[in-house]
Structure formats: C-alpha cells, structure tokens
C-alpha cells in the first residue's frame, strides 16, 4: 500500500474540510453557549410532547423571547426543552417558571443555570490556555523523545483536528460549550498517542532500513501500525455512538465532539502526520 506516495491527495481532502469549515465559522460565527457568553439555562420536562414554538409563544407573553434559545431535549424518558436566554433575575426566572407551568400541566423545571460574562470570559481565556499547555508539553515530550521536526509536525496534526472539529460544529451550528472544551482536551490526547505509535515504529525503521529512502521507511512503518490504529479506533467510535444516541442530551455536545475529533485524529495520524514527515524530509534533502 503506497500510502504515502499519494499524500497529495490526503493534502487535498484535509484542507478541502478545513477551508469549508473556516468559512462557516467567518460566515455564521461559533454558537457560544452560556458557559463562555454567560446568561441563564432552564430546563423543563413535560408528560406531553411540547415544541419549541409553543413554549416561544409562552416566553413572548412574559416578554423573554426575543434574547432566548430554545431546543428540544430528552430527559429521563420524557418530552422536554432547555430554554437559554441573556442573565436573568430570580424574579424573571420565577416568571418563566409560573408561565410554564400556567401553560402545560405536566411541566417540571429539573434544572437552572446561571453563568456571569465575566466567567464567561474566565472560561474561554482557560480554555485556550489549557490548549496552549497542552501543546507545549507535547512539543516538549515529543522533542526530547525524538527530534523537533516530529513535534512540528504533530502540533500541526493536532491543529488540523482541532480545526476539522470546531469547522464541522461551525457547520451544523452546534453549540460551543465546556463540555466541548473537554472533547478537544480528549481529542489532543488521543490523536498525540496514535501518531506517536506510528512515529516509533517510523524511528525503528530509519535504524533497521537505513539504506533504504524515508519514504519507504516511513510509509513500511504507518502500514504496520494500521490495522491497530483503525482496529482501536473503530472500536472507540462505536461505543461514542452508542453513548450518543443512548446517554441524553446533556452528554450529547460532549460525544459529538470526540466522534469527530477521533474520527480526524485518525485520519491525520495515518494521512497527515507521516506524509508531512517526508515532505519536510524532502525539503530538507534538496
């Protein structure tokens, strides 16, 4: 399998995704959900099943509707919708609460949550700076354990996932929170320990094939190690999925996000990182 030698075309299909993602994420922006903007999160479950435009109309009458956003959710069985809006006072909060429940019998509010927007702000500056912290140890590690080309190029591996990642949520319009901040985190774990299977069998063969040209040291070490890296990570991603569909909405972003991240991690361990080894390779050799 000459994997390597068609690394164009791996070139090509990552940035194709990349480049849509940007521009839906300049075109539409991130959904940025109250954990980074701040503001109120109620939750409700009814017996009957209740849409979203009903309980607008609710809010309209109480004159909330206009800064609130409204989504279906499943909870525990039931019907159920999480309402978020701009920081709301408890008296506000009661309002909603008594309009709901003047309007539907069998509503329940199970949960409400308020985030200020200067935690908000706290929140996404700790979030980069748990990316960047994560970055430099990994540059680090991967330096020390083998040469600082093999770290540049892991970071910008891990930079194409974090960007498929944030791209297709940009697409789908899905909202940015904590949880998906914890995806990513999870997401540079897991890509970084693939390609470094990959990058040790890579410096095996670089002393056991030392005659032979990097690009065939290389491309013999990512089909040695593709059976595991595809074997570990279908089995990872059928059980995020299982966990998608079966473990309720609040944990749904959370999945979501390693789906897609795992699924680009993979990708860029066996099509982007070892490729873009050899091409710095060959630029260095010219």
């Known amino acids: 399998m000459d994997i390597l030698g068609k690394r164009k075309i791996w070139y090509t ?9 940007l521009l839906f994420l300049l075109i539409n922006g991130l959904n940025l959900g109250i954990d980074f903007n701040g503001g109120t999160l109620m939750e409700f479950s009814f017996e009957e099943n209740v849409s979203t435009e009903e309980v ?9 509707a206009a800064d609130s956003k409204i989504q279906q ?3 525990a069985g039931e019907h159920g919708v999480i309402i978020r809006a701009k ?5 506000e909060i009661v309002a909603v609460d008594n309009a709901i429940r003047d309007e539907f019998e069998s509503a329940e509010m199970l949960r409400t949550e308020m985030v200020g927007p200067t935690i908000g702000r706290e929140l996404r500056v700790n979030a980069l700076l748990a990316m960047l912290a994560a970055s430099i140890a990994i540059v680090a590690y991967i330096s020390f354990r083998f040469e600082f080309r093999f770290a540049a190029v892991s970071i910008i ?17 899905r909202e940015i929170n904590t949880p998906f901040v914890a ?3 999870t997401i540079i774990g897991y890509s970084i320990n693939d390609t470094i299977v990959i990058f ?4 095996e063969n670089m002393k ?3 005659k032979v040209p990097f690009i065939k040291q290389a491309n013999t070490a990512v089909v040695d190690t593709l059976p595991r890296s595809i074997n570990t990570s279908i089995t990872t991603l059928i059980t995020i999925l299982a966990i998608y569909f079966f473990g309720g909405a609040s944990i749904q972003t959370f999945m979501l996000a390693l789906f897609i991240g795992m699924f680009a991690g993979t990708y860029s361990s066996i099509f982007v990182a070892s490729p873009l080894l050899v091409t710095w390779q060959e630029k260095i050799s010219k």
């Open 183 to 185: 995806a990513i985190l």
């Open 56 to 64: 607008r109309g609710v809010l309209e009458k109480i004159e909330i």
């Open 13 to 21: 299909i990552s940035l194709t995704v990349i480049v849509i993602g």
């Open 200 to 203: 040790d069998r890579i410096r």
């Open 73 to 75: 959710a499943e909870t």
């Open 208 to 210: 056991m094939m030392h």
């Open 157 to 173: 591996t891990l930079m194409h996932d974090v960007l498929i990642t944030v791209g297709i949520f940009a697409i789908l319009g």
């Open 87 to 91: 920081t709301l006072e408890s008296e």
